[in-house]
């Protein structure tokens, strides 16, 4: 069974930085490229940043680049997602992300909460 669980989360002011982690297991977790949405309070999901199965190649939504780094480490079998910069419009639920096949499985998110 796939399973994600997203940490690192947490209550910073405008300008602050956090690094979330994704801890994946139950899948081959270095075949697979991975990605982290997130979800502000009464919007849609939103992919935030993409990575290869390698970490060769990443890819970032406009609103986060230059701010935004994902990285892997497939001897861990974890994703990061570190977070520069920080915006109040950077507060949502933020979700790790694998598609299998059709099948695309979530972490439980981590919530970040940027003050202003």
């Known amino acids: 069974q796939v399973q994600l669980v997203e940490s690192g989360g947490g209550l910073v002011q405008s300008g602050g930085s956090l690094r979330l982690s994704c801890a994946a297991s139950?899948?081959?977790?270095?075949?697979?490229?991975m990605k982290w949405y997130r979800e502000a309070p009464g919007k849609n999901r939103e992919l935030v940043a993409f990575i290869s199965s390698t970490g060769a190649s990443t890819t970032y939504a406009a609103s986060v680049k230059d701010r935004f780094t994902i990285s892997r480490d497939n001897s861990k079998n974890t994703v990061y997602l570190q977070i520069n910069s920080l915006k109040p419009e950077d507060t949502a639920d933020y979700y790790c992300?694998?598609?299998?096949?059709?099948?695309?499985?979530w972490g439980q998110g981590t919530q970040v909460t940027v003050s202003s």
């Open positions: 992300n694998v598609d299998i096949g059709f099948v695309a499985s």
């Open positions: 139950g899948f081959t977790f270095s075949t697979y490229p």
